[in-house]
């Protein structure tokens, strides 16, 4: 059956995202990734004071996303997803465009953020269920996946 076939059950797990929390803190991330490079440009580049008004018009609107966002999506996940987007942004754009370095240990994290992302935004009772996948020690106690 078709049901039961791999590609099957990688589409069923895609869908099971929530692609709009995703979206919404995709949003509120890039205006932290606007922001902070024009903030560490002012301060440590050179820049135009005047660039500050930048960063200062763009989070005048963050409180209305995020009161939006909270339509599909609770305080807690949301603002992680916001958070983990934004940390993850803003340190390609240290490392990249900045030219900063970071020790193994803190890439490990950037890495276990995108990890943390990936959990937040899944919408699955269990993990493995739409691989239909087994797990035991812990639920309910039911067999069924």
């Known amino acids: 059956m078709i049901e039961d076939t791999i590609i099957f059950r990688i589409i069923r797990a895609v869908m099971r995202f929530n ?14 990734a606007i922001a902070l490079p024009i903030l560490k440009g002012v301060k440590m580049s050179g820049w ?4 500050l008004a930048i960063p200062i018009g763009i ?10 966002a909270l339509g599909f999506e609770s305080l807690t996940i949301m603002n992680l997803i ?3 987007m934004s940390d993850v942004l803003v340190t390609i754009i240290g490392l990249f465009y900045f ?8 890439k490990i994290g950037v890495l276990l953020s995108f990890i943390s992302l990936f959990l937040m935004s899944y919408e ?3 993990w ?3 691989f239909g996948w087994k797990l035991y020690g812990g639920g309910s106690g039911s067999d069924k996946v």
Not at 19 to 32: E, K, P, V
Not at 59 to 68: E, K, R, S, W
Not at 99 to 106: D, G, I, S, Y
């Open 99 to 106: 030219k900063e370095v970071l020790p193994t240990t803190k």
């Open 59 to 68: 989070y005048a609107i963050d409180p209305m996303i995020f009161y939006t």
């Open 48 to 51: 135009p004071r005047w660039l």
């Open 19 to 32: 692609w709009i929390s995703l979206l919404f803190g995709g949003i509120l991330a890039m205006i932290d």
């Open 124 to 126: 699955g009772d269990s």
């Open 128 to 130: 493995g269920q739409p």
């Open 82 to 84: 916001w958070d983990l």
